[in-house]
């Protein structure tokens, strides 16, 4: 896997090593999470694909179902740095210190 750790509020006056990588989550994924904004802590190669295998790994099934389709596909929408991953590398985009991932869920109505 990869070399992320994950911070929570709690543990960002101790921290020492590297800059911080920032996750925000928006609508239900914030109620799953219970967290506006997580601080990672990158080791250099990550891809998105390893910060969502690392946030499904902190919260769970309930936010496995959000992120994923049955397919395996993705559901949610994300952006890094404000650019949809959809025009860049998608899951295989690369992710690094001072990065911004933001996580939208799937919007529906009509």
């Avoid at 990869?2 to 925000?24: C, E, P």
């Avoid at 559901?75 to 210190?97: P, Q, W």
Wanted: proline share 2%.
């Amino acid at each position: 896997m990869s070399n992320l750790i994950l911070f929570s509020s709690t543990h960002r006056r101790g921290l020492q090593r590297g800059d911080k990588m920032k996750v925000r989550f928006y609508a239900t994924l914030r109620e799953l999470t219970n967290a506006v904004e997580i601080d990672l802590v990158c080791g250099g190669e990550e891809k998105v694909r390893d910060v969502v295998a690392l946030l499904v790994k902190r919260f769970g099934d309930a936010f496995a179902k959000e992120v994923f389709n049955e397919d395996g596909s993705l559901r949610v929408k994300i952006l890094l740095n404000g650019r949809d991953i959809d025009f860049l590398k998608k899951l295989e985009t690369e992710v690094s210190d001072k990065d911004t991932l933001h996580l939208f869920p799937p919007i529906g109505g009509g």
